[in-house]
């Protein structure tokens, strides 16, 4: 079925089930599906549709957005970064006298000095910190959660990785990611949470997953934060 509203046209599938309510799913490639109790009226799935419309236009945007990949970032005021889960934009502020360049976030913007207006220097910045927040941010975490385990981190490093938001090692030796740092503080507290069971569990069994969903149930909404996110934590 093809349904235009609000000046935008989208095609959705109509699935007829055994079923009390009606509800959208929406795959990853943008396919759109309504699933409705047998004998539902067009008109009821029609003003559904309506009812969702800015959440589905959303959700085929992040969608679109995620399957065109990661894309060049721009440094300057009309470029943002992910810091903590949300996007923030930049304000660059050119200084000679600094002995180094660095970022502070202030004002919901990310306020970025630098000795000399040049990208990779402001790249750099942003890069240094982001180092330095996810350190802070995840010693923070191990601390709030160090009460639940018997054995403590032997050492904290933050790494460029580009396949893992982090490991823990026979060794007790944790390491994460720094683009961490632009997630939301509850997806940080999950990828800590989940290299500390790995002092007690090092794979990924049903003891291990038993470990994790216990100190915190809803790992799995973590999960998918990443996973829809990823594409966009980058400098």
Same mark, same amino acid.
């Given at each position: ?33 309504? @699933? %409705?109790? +047998?004998?539902?009226?067009?008109k009821?799935v029609?003003? /559904?549709? &309506?009812? !969702?419309?800015?959440?589905i =236009? ?28 949300n ?36 790249? @750099? %910045?942003? +890069? ?8 802070? /941010?995840? &010693?923070? !975490?191990?601390?709030?959660? =160090? ?20 490991t ?10 720094w ?11 999950y ?5 500390m ?28 934060? /990443?996973?829809?996110? !990823?594409?966009?934590m980058?400098v």
């Amino acid at each position: 079925m093809i349904h235009t509203f609000l000046g935008d046209t989208i095609h959705f599938e109509i699935k007829y089930k055994n079923r009390t309510s009606m509800g959208i799913y929406i795959d990853h490639y943008g396919n759109i599906e309504v @699933q %409705a109790p +047998k004998g539902t009226p067009d008109k009821k799935v029609i003003q /559904l549709i &309506e009812d !969702s419309w800015d959440l589905i =236009q959303k959700k085929l945007k992040e969608m679109k957005d995620r399957m065109a990949g990661p894309i060049d970032k721009v440094y300057d005021a009309s470029e943002s970064f992910l810091y903590l889960g949300n996007e923030y934009p930049i304000q660059i502020h050119e200084n000679h006298n600094a002995d180094q360049d660095y970022v502070v976030f202030e004002r919901d913007k990310l306020h970025i000095y630098v000795q000399q207006l040049e990208d990779e220097r402001i790249k @750099q %910045a942003l +890069k240094r910190f982001y180092y330095q927040q996810c350190k802070a /941010l995840v &010693e923070r !975490s191990i601390s709030a959660h =160090q009460s639940f385990f018997k054995e403590k981190p032997r050492s904290i490093r933050i790494s460029d990785s580009k396949t893992t938001w982090g490991t823990c090692d026979s060794k007790r030796q944790l390491t994460f990611n720094w683009k961490l740092a632009m997630a939301p503080r509850e997806v940080i507290d999950y990828v800590v949470v989940h290299e500390m069971c790995h002092m007690v569990h090092l794979n990924h069994d049903r003891s291990f997953w038993r470990l994790v969903g216990g100190m915190m149930p809803d790992y799995k909404e973590q999960e998918k934060w /990443l996973a829809r996110s !990823s594409w966009k934590m980058t400098v």
